[in-house]
């Protein structure tokens, strides 16, 4: 058992790409754990795509020891996305620390997701240490930018720790910053056992390794143990820390950070923020746990070339075993067979579920176009939410849409504000607040549909900064708006996988844009193909995709001019059986093309 007071946990918080997974690398080499044979960078970063995108999906911890002054610290680390996306895992990590580590890039200075991380530690009630990295790059303004971060996040700029995650160089003031200034978990060892599982793991062998901060108690292996919020009682078969490979323990007393197993089969078999305590003397006082991740974007997967339903739902389950904060549930489609309609946290992590998809499992899929939730409120009183525009009633049923409503903080040089307010207001947003962090930095605040975000906003948004403009959001409810089902024809029969909500007043333009789009990238075929974009029965837009044709009359060579009549009509007659009978191939790229407001 370790002392209380020798025991140190935190997680490392930033904007993305500010080098937390590169600092975590650092103090796993100061503190001796990892030697420089086995080191490798991202260490943590256990999966293959994290490595290649170079950016953290899942937070990641490990326990080192540190000597300072003649005593042995332990200090548990917890690595955490940068991207909104994952903020949840944040709010995880967070759950199970004392102390955040706010890294800032020397050169980029405090962004979007750096504010938002903060704040979240702030009310958290967190004890913070400002973190000024790559301090060994060219530009770096490590004073500058402590200064800055002193005026936006309200961190005192003299307490900055100064580092380099590349070279090492202030690693050593970091270590002894984290020992000094983050306070020693609180907790009574001899307690009733409350124990926090902050996160969850599919073991090949073993079933569910459940990642655990005890607050109370002592948790031994043998113990009898009840999940609190799912009802279960499960016996301990090993208990552990991650130093940073799993390593068993005797036990994990109150402050400590580690896993444990108890036969825990699968995901849906525990809760994530549930509570663990001794089945013969539980706790009377369970911890708050999380909220459920909420899923804001949803598409639908359904199997291409190749595969069958049975192999895409195959590898659906064995991908949800390994990330439960995505969903699937079955749907039908006339155009593409039986699919699966999946929910998301964010654009990111849906192009991660599909090249996990097809790298882990070897499936091809087609994958529609992403929608977000809209609110329906009927004319007879009952709300419901929709996930899809094929869920969306009749609307002579309909008396009012409410799309989701997000707050937008971007944070931008001050010569960009022009293009960037402008961008917002293409995007319908409505101006908040503007706040001046410095003579180059400005922070502008927006309301604006989720709609209007989730698909190439931050593209744009970097393209009119130059680079250097950054956002972050957070769903702050519904609002009703004018909102109306286009449906997209081909061949006169409506492709439900390509129907989309827009508001009405984009709904022509985007309609032309989409149907135009459509035209280019499916291919012709030995008959007439129509392209049509309907709001009900009113056509807004029409293309053509014109035949395949073969001069039939090429072997007439004189003769009467009949002759070549009938060939041509017997042509004529053969292309509108076939349109009647034949069925178009739609590629993967046109269902995609949705995707684009600007299309």
């Not at 946990?9 to 500010?18: E, G, L, P």
């Amino acid at each position: 058992m370790v002392k209380l007071s020798l025991i140190r946990n935190f997680s490392i918080v930033a904007h993305i790409d500010h080098g937390k997974s590169t600092l975590a690398d650092r103090i796993l080499e100061r503190t001796g754990v990892i030697s420089a044979r086995d080191m490798r960078e991202q260490f943590l970063d256990d999966m293959d795509l994290e490595r290649e995108m170079g950016i953290t999906i899942k937070a990641n911890r490990a326990t080192v020891p540190y000597d300072f002054e003649d005593r042995t610290y332990m200090l548990n680390l917890l690595d955490t996305p940068g991207h909104v996306d994952f903020h949840y895992e944040v709010s995880r990590a967070l759950a199970a620390c004392e102390g955040v580590l706010v890294v800032v890039d020397a050169t980029q200075g405090v962004q979007a997701q750096t504010v938002a991380n903060a704040y979240l530690a702030a009310e958290a009630d967190r004890e913070i240490i400002l973190v000024v990295n790559k301090i060994d790059l060219p530009a770096a303004r490590p004073e500058d930018i402590a200064l800055e971060a002193e005026q936006v996040l309200g961190l005192d700029a003299a307490e900055a720790v100064f580092t380099s995650a590349k070279t090492g160089a202030g690693v050593d003031e970091l270590l002894r910053a984290i020992v000094r200034r983050i306070p020693p978990p609180t907790g009574d060892p001899g307690g009733r056992l409350r124990a926090l599982i902050y996160d969850a793991k599919p073991d090949p062998h073993r079933g569910i390794i459940s990642h655990t901060r005890v607050f109370d108690g002592t948790l031994m292996r043998g113990d009898r143990v009840d999940l609190v919020a799912v009802g279960r009682k499960y016996q301990v078969t090993e208990v552990g820390k991650f130093m940073p490979k799993p390593t068993p323990v005797d036990s994990l007393s109150a402050g400590e950070v580690g896993y444990l197993f108890a036969g825990i089969k699968t995901l849906a078999d525990v809760n994530i923020g549930d509570t663990v305590t001794h089945s013969a003397h539980p706790t009377d006082n369970p911890l708050p746990g999380y909220a459920p991740p909420q899923q804001m974007v949803f598409c639908d997967f359904y199997p291409g070339v190749g595969c069958t339903t049975a192999q895409l739902r195959e590898a659906m389950e064995k991908l949800w075993l390994n990330d439960s904060s995505f969903t699937y549930v079955t749907v039908s489609s006339d155009a593409l067979g039986i699919g699966f309609r999946c929910g998301f946290l964010g654009l990111l992590h849906m192009r991660i579920i599909q090249e996990r998809l097809e790298r882990e499992s070897d499936i091809a899929v087609v994958q529609t176009a992403p929608t977000v939730t809209y609110e329906v409120l009927r004319k007879d009183g009952i709300s419901k939410r929709i996930e899809s525009p094929s869920e969306l009633p009749d609307m002579s049923e309909v008396q009012e849409i409410r799309e989701p409503v997000v707050d937008v903080s971007m944070l931008i040089p001050a010569e960009s504000v022009g293009p960037a307010m402008q961008l917002s207001m293409d995007r319908r947003g409505k101006h908040q607040k503007t706040e001046y962090l410095s003579p180059t930095r400005v922070m502008l605040i927006y309301k604006m549909p989720l709609c209007e975000i989730i698909y190439d906003f931050y593209d744009k948004l970097k393209t009119c900064t130059r680079g250097y403009g950054t956002a972050d959001y957070e769903l702050s409810g519904y609002q009703a708006g004018d909102m109306v089902r286009m449906d997209i024809l081909v061949n006169g029969v409506p492709i439900d996988a390509l129907s989309v909500i827009v508001h009405s007043d984009k709904a022509t333009v985007r309609g032309r844009k989409l149907i135009s789009r459509l035209k280019k990238e499916i291919g012709r075929h030995m008959f007439e193909i129509p392209l049509q974009a309907a709001i009900g029965a009113r056509i807004i837009a029409r293309e053509t995709i014109p035949p395949f044709r073969k001069d039939v009359t090429a072997k007439c060579y004189g003769g009467d001019v009949t002759r070549k009549r009938k060939l041509l009509e017997k042509q004529k007659e053969g292309k509108r059986r076939m349109k009647t009978v034949g069925n178009v191939s739609i590629p993967q790229e046109a269902f995609m093309s949705v995707l684009d407001p600007e299309n």
